[in-house]
């Protein structure tokens, strides 16, 4: 039988998206399990074949399937395995031979994997705006910052597997802001969307400017978006410090691999009436002028409920 589809995986600290997809890049069929509560990691695998063999049979696509592709907080593309991932109960004290075990449980299917925002650039490159392009940056924005290097056609993985965690790369050399990984003033720390929000609290204590946002006990990002869609002033210049920001880092990210392109994706990237301009206004008065107003700031067009098992099926198209 032809093995003309392939399975994509979306692995996070809360749930696993999984749908299988066809060389068209349609998901055929999707489910999501709920992953939030698993602390052991046999049991994690043995319950996501359950339900990948459960969508397999609800599709009748038996025998079809030639791959399984992964994407995963700290996944190691060479080794398959999952390093110390904070976000996950299951792995975040050790490395898990994730790959291999879930192959097994899957009667022999192949699986690979790499980090969620090295999968989320191969999904655009194979199916999205990326497709033709062989040198751009993905950024993904949403919890945290991630990104995917693509030059020359290829996934940047380093010697290691890790290669291209440039939500870590500081941005704040002094008094800047404390991240999870341990280190100070991570780009992640402020243009994530708890980055939005930290700013968002830090800027109503240090001013006595009127806002909608001092009716919220709690902000989030969403509330930031809510307020300046209503005309807040401080919610849209905390929107424009916040694509400053951006620019600034995207700058430097151009001056090391001159990108055709560096791509937005994520729930925050949603916010483009409110970034595009900053960004593009900052990226370009701080880059070479060998590269102003050459490299295209673009965001993601793959349909919002779809793009994180593409981005992951993506990866099971390399298996033979």
């Given at each position: ?6 399975i ?6 809360q749930?696993?998206?999984c ?11 999707q ?15 043995d319950?996501l ?19 399984i592709?992964?994407?995963v907080?700290?996944?190691?593309y ?13 792995a ?11 192959q ?21 490159m ?11 940056i ?10 995917g290097?693509v030059?020359?056609?290829?996934v ?6 890790f290669?291209?965690e ?16 341990g280190?100070?003033g ?10 939005i ?8 204590e240090?001013?006595d ?17 809510d307020?300046?869609?209503?005309g807040?002033n401080?919610a ?5 410090y916040t694509?400053?920001?951006?620019g600034?880092a ?9 990108p055709?392109?560096?791509i937005l994706?994520g ?15 900052s990226?370009?008065?701080?880059v070479?002028?060998l ?17 994180a ?11 033979k």
């Open positions: 039988m032809n093995k003309d589809l392939v994509g995986v979306d692995v996070g600290g749930s696993a998206k749908g299988i997809v066809d060389m068209m890049g349609t998901v055929l069929k489910t999501v399990m709920r992953s939030e509560n698993y602390t052991d990691a046999q049991q994690y695998v319950d074949a359950a339900t990948l063999k459960q969508i397999i049979k609800d599709a009748d696509v038996a025998g079809r399937i030639r791959g592709g992964m994407g907080p700290n996944g190691n060479y080794t398959g395995e999952i390093e110390n991932a904070v976000n996950l109960k299951w975040n004290k050790s490395k898990v031979k994730f790959a291999d075990m879930l097994k449980a899957m009667g022999g299917i192949p699986v690979k994997l790499t980090n969620d925002a090295n999968a989320a650039a191969l999904g655009e194979t199916y999205g705006v990326a497709k033709g392009m062989k040198d751009f993905m950024i993904t924005l949403g919890t945290g910052v991630g990104s290097i030059i020359n056609g290829q940047v993985y380093g010697h290691d597997g290669a291209g440039l939500g870590h790369t500081t941005l704040v050399r002094h008094n800047g802001r404390l991240c999870n990984c280190k100070t991570c780009l992640e720390t402020y243009c994530s969307a708890l980055g929000a930290r700013t968002a609290r830090e800027w109503l240090m001013t400017e009127p806002s909608l946002l001092r009716n919220y006990e709690e902000i989030s990002a969403k509330d930031v978006k307020a300046a869609d209503e807040d401080l849209k210049k905390i929107f424009d694509g400053t920001l951006l600034e995207f700058a430097d990210f151009i001056e090391f691999s001159a055709e392109a560096i994706f729930g925050v990237a949603r916010n483009r009436e409110y970034l595009d301009e900053p960004i593009k206004k990226m370009n008065a701080n070479l002028p590269w102003r107003n050459k490299v295209k700031l673009l965001y993601t067009a793959l349909k919002e409920s779809d793009a098992i593409l981005g992951a099926s993506a990866l099971a198209w390399e298996i």
